[in-house]
């Protein structure tokens, strides 16, 4: 019987053990977890939802295989429902049993614009084939946009995999417990051998062997119970975002800004180098556009004319976005470059569109620019007939090209800040009107407010506000009755006008883009400006 029962313990032994072992060999888990989507053939896109890349610990990474050149794109869910439309995509919205991940088709236009590059996106990766993305920030509202160059079925497989930290608490136990059983079966059969002992030495040898089988039979029972509990299936994690924020978020993000400076700027230069009105409105709009176009028509005809200032790039200042989930949207940063300090506003006109160039103004030196919202919030647009201010936004172009027009003197200044631009403008009217009068000429000036305006509120209760002014200067030669005086023109006015004489009235037509600081109580104050000049004509 003691044999048996020793041989026993020797199987035991061996089979507690090798069920340890498996755990750690062949019943091991993999490495990763991975589960992975085909796509319709019919589909141009994807979108992941957010939260799908950190169901469980990352670093996650997005695997996409395809035909072409193919990207993920990053940005929130809001934007990547924005910019995909009315196009037709699957969408990545959970995982299902067996290694699959779950889809939803929704349907629309079959070609989307290739998704390369675009503004929109905090981030990308591409790739020939085959692309993937390496995740290990949280979910937040975190979407992704994949699409090859905008042609359905270029996107064939999106795979999703994450490390596998699951552990086998049992195995370690399993093998101890399996080793000490076999140990002691070789014990008892030692022990069985041993037949020269008293008779008292084997009755507390059986009894002590009654013992040990009563604890290892408890052992091993234990054994399919940790099986079968083994065998329980897992509940699949769900996705879980970050809750719809309650205020719209901020629409540029400080890399995207980097981006979108530097695209900008290098579009701007070019066209510049070639006064191409065409390969600037790739990239400049409103006021800046209108700018840079008068210009480049002034410089056909005036060869040393100088053009408006390079985009300062070197630097961004300040990423003074705007908070807004809406479109057109528009965004605003300073930036410096060789001392040049600048106020850029751009505007995108949808999700699909590159962000233009508004306006540009230069800041003037010295100026203390107030705190700005956090580029993570972003700041408030506001309205023009906003009432929250000392003037509201666009009584403020209109007040000051009114104090333009009146004078240093006028009550309208009086509202103002004390600036260079003004009292160069003041200046030069006095200039010209003793220079017209010692020739019996007439000059008369006029500046009108247009209705072009962005203005976004400051971290403490103030606004900035760009908007634009159209200035005209008219010299009239002296009329007596039936003779008329001669004008003597210098350039650029003889150079636009043809003919360094005329008798006919002069217009030399400018454009003043304007950057204010509007407090709520107080005087407003002119923190910036870009004049320039839009042609001249005779008559």
């Known amino acids: 019987m003691r044999y048996t029962f020793a041989v026993i313990l020797m199987v035991v032994g061996v089979v507690v053990g090798g069920l340890g072992l498996l755990q750690k060999t062949l019943w091991a888990p993999e490495d990763t977890i991975t589960a992975t989507a085909e796509i319709d053939a019919d589909k141009p896109a994807v979108i992941i939802d957010p939260g799908m890349l950190n169901l469980y610990e990352t670093p996650a990474t997005l695997t996409v295989k395809g035909s072409g050149d193919l990207t993920i794109a990053q940005a929130p869910i809001d934007n990547v429902e924005a910019w995909a439309g009315d196009s037709a995509y699957d969408r990545v919205t959970g995982l299902a049993e067996e290694g699959e ?65 699951a552990e086998t608490p049992w195995a370690i136990p399993l093998m101890i417990i399996g080793g000490v059983a076999f140990i002691a079966g070789l014990v008892l059969l030692f022990i069985g051998a041993n037949r020269a002992k008293k008779e008292a030495n084997r009755r507390r040898a059986r009894q002590e062997r009654r013992r040990k089988l009563a604890e290892f039979g408890t052992a091993f029972a234990i054994v399919p119970v940790l099986a079968l509990s083994a065998c329980g299936s897992e509940e699949l994690p769900k996705p879980e975002p970050s809750e719809e924020p309650s205020s719209a978020p901020a629409g540029v993000t400080d890399d995207q800004a980097q981006r979108i400076l530097e695209s900008v700027a290098d579009q701007v230069k070019a066209a510049d180098k070639d006064t191409d009105e065409k390969a600037l409105a790739k990239r400049v709009t409103g006021p800046a556009l209108q700018q840079r176009e008068d210009v480049y028509k002034v410089k056909d005809k005036v060869e040393d004319q100088k053009l408006p200032p390079a985009v300062a790039s070197e630097d961004i200042v300040a990423n003074y976005t705007a908070a807004t989930d809406a479109w057109p949207r528009m965004t605003s940063m300073i930036t410096s470059a060789g001392g040049d300090s600048q106020l850029l506003v751009l505007t995108q006109e949808d999700p699909r569109s590159d962000y233009r160039l508004w306006s540009q103004t230069q800041l003037v030196s010295g100026t203390k620019l107030p705190e700005l919202p956090d580029s993570r ?55 010209q009107k003793d220079s017209a009068e010692s020739g019996n000429a007439e000059v008369d000036y006029k500046y009108t407010p247009g209705k072009e305006l962005v203005a976004q509120g400051t971290a403490d209760d103030a606004a900035i506000v760009t908007g634009v002014i159209k200035a005209e200067s008219t010299i009239s030669p002296e009329t007596d009755e039936d003779r008329t005086g001669t004008l003597t023109l210098s350039s650029p006015q003889k150079d636009l006008i043809g003919s360094a004489t005329t008798q006919q009235p002069v217009t030399t037509k400018t454009t003043q883009v304007l950057t204010f600081l509007v407090p709520e109580d107080g005087k407003v104050k002119l923190i910036g400006g870009l004049e320039t000049l839009s042609g001249a004509q005779a008559g």
């Open 377 to 431: 919030q972003g700041a408030k647009m506001l309205e023009p007939g906003s009432k929250d201010f000392v003037e509201t936004p666009e009584k403020v172009v209109a007040t000051y090209a009114k104090a333009l027009g009146e004078g240093e003197g006028s009550k309208e200044a009086k509202k103002f800040d004390s600036d260079d631009f003004s009292k160069s403008i003041w200046k030069n009217q006095k200039e």
């Open 101 to 165: 991940l779950t889809t939803k088709a929704t349907d629309g236009e079959e070609q989307v614009p290739d998704p390369a590059g675009a503004d929109l996106w905090q981030s990308q990766v591409t790739g020939t084939d085959s692309v993937e993305l390496e995740w290990n920030d949280e979910a937040n509202r975190t979407g992704f946009l994949i699409a090859g160059e905008g042609d359905p079925g270029q996107v064939k497989s999106v795979a999703l995999s994450w490390p596998n930290h």
